[in-house]
T-cell receptor, first 116, second 115 residues
Framework: AQKITQTQPGMFVQEKEAVTLDCTYDTSDQSYGLFWYKQPSSGEMIFLIYQGSYDEQNATEGRYSLNFQKARKSANLVISASQLGDSAMYFCAMREEQTSYDKVIFGPGTSLSVIP | EAQVTQNPRYLITVTGKKLTVTCSQNMNHEYMSWYRQDPGLGLRQIYYSMNVEVTDKGDVPEGYKVSRKEKRNFPLILESPSPNQTSLYFC??????????????FGQGTRLTVV
């Protein structure tokens, strides 16, 4: 079974609108971390945001926020006021403390296209 | 400028011809790792290294080798490449691995085609 599920292979959003990219995960650990990375067409991987399983508040970084629902095992990325430069692949990733501090699992990614 | 540098960016090779993809970081990071990215599968970890002379297998190590003789360098070696190793490869480094919420810095990627 996949540990990280991103059910939206591709999404479109109008410029200046908000968009939510879904991520659900599967773990039996109590302590874990969740990451979101952005990959533009140029190929590099850009860190966006991190959420720890014990963090009481949802993480926010500028226009990015993470809607963390622990009981549902979801960590959706919310991008507010979409810009054309947000068009990219977005990957959700999880680090489980029980298995290894040093391994992380990535989801299959969601391709976001921002329409002018 | 803090960066992770991979070379080459693009490589086309033939089956069985040994190749090395280099990775170098200038941030004095202890932790380095290699990933391959394939459509629909996201990134999968090949090998990682916690420090000099310390390496360990990731999820898809078959067909790859690594070495960590110096802190800054972490080359990926394909002794006998096969077409199923055609992929986009990323090197990453961070201060202490994925724990302690340390952000990983990625190289630009190497697109490898094995024919």
């Amino acid at each position: 079974a996949q540990k990280i599920t991103q059910t939206q292979p591709g999404m479109f959003v109008q410029e200046k609108e908000a968009v939510t990219l879904d991520c659900t995960y599967d773990t039996s650990d109590q302590s874990y971390g969740l990451f979101w990375y952005k990959q533009p067409s140029s190929g590099e991987m850009i860190f966006l945001i991190y959420q720890g399983s014990y963090d009481e508040q949802n993480a926010t970084e500028g226009r990015y926020s993470l809607n963390f629902q622990k009981a549902r095992k979801s960590a959706n990325l919310v991008i507010s006021a979409s810009q054309l430069g947000d068009s990219a692949m977005y990957f959700c990733a999880m680090r489980e403390e029980q298995t290894s501090y040093d391994k992380v699992i990535f989801g299959p990614g969601t391709s976001l296209s921002v329409i002018p | 400028e803090a960066q992770v540098t991979q070379n080459p960016r693009y490589l086309i090779t033939v089956t069985g011809k040994k190749l090395t993809v280099t990775c170098s970081q200038n941030m004095n990071h202890e932790y380095m790792s290699w990933y391959r990215q394939d459509p629909g599968l996201g990134l999968r970890q090949i090998y990682y290294s916690m420090n000099v002379e310390v390496t360990d297998k990731g999820d898809v190590p078959e067909g790859y080798k690594v070495s960590r003789k110096e802190k800054r360098n972490f080359p990926l070696i394909l002794e006998s490449p096969s077409p199923n190793q055609t992929s986009l490869y990323f090197c990453a480094s961070s201060i202490t691995g994925w724990r302690l919420r340390s952000e990983a810095f990625f190289g630009q990627g190497t697109r490898l085609t094995v024919v």
